[in-house]
Nanobody, 120 residues
Framework: QAYFVESGGGLVQPGGSLKLSCKSPRTILSVYNSYDMAWYRQPPGKQRELVASITPRGGTTNYADSVKGRFTISRDNGKRTLYLAMNSLRSEDTAAYYC??????????WGQGTQVTVSS
């Protein structure tokens, strides 16, 4: 069983919206609640980059400059699920999206990701 299961991607027109989900089925609740979590993305032919992060109780969030004001990260610890609401999507948001812990030294094996394609 994977550590992370991402879903919610798809094909959307520029200006559209999507909401991604990431479940952590292998992590027990007490451990899940202890870590900052993050969304990452890997555009075609490019390296993986950090999109947004969130502290364990959701009190602090941080975003890449390219998505500020358009994306919102949130989490439901009881469901061990991380979310990314994406609005005003642009072609440059096209990428495979992944979740993982926010600190690289705490990374778990990556999931399969979910593909987001923004195109008319």
């Amino acid at each position: 069983q994977a550590y992370f299961v991402e879903s919610g991607g798809g094909l959307v027109q520029p200006g559209g919206s999507l909401k991604l989900s990431c479940k952590s089925p292998r992590t027990i609740l007490s451990v899940y609640n202890s870590y900052d979590m993050a969304w990452y993305r890997q555009p075609p032919g490019k390296q993986r980059e950090l999109v947004a992060s969130i502290t364990p109780r959701g009190g602090t969030t941080n975003y890449a400059d390219s998505v500020k004001g358009r994306f919102t990260i949130s989490r439901d610890n009881g469901k061990r699920t991380l979310y990314l609401a994406m609005n005003s999507l642009r072609s440059e948001d096209t990428a495979a999206y992944y979740c993982n812990r926010a600190d690289a030294q705490d990374f778990l094996p990556w999931g399969q990701g979910t593909q987001v394609t923004v195109s008319s």
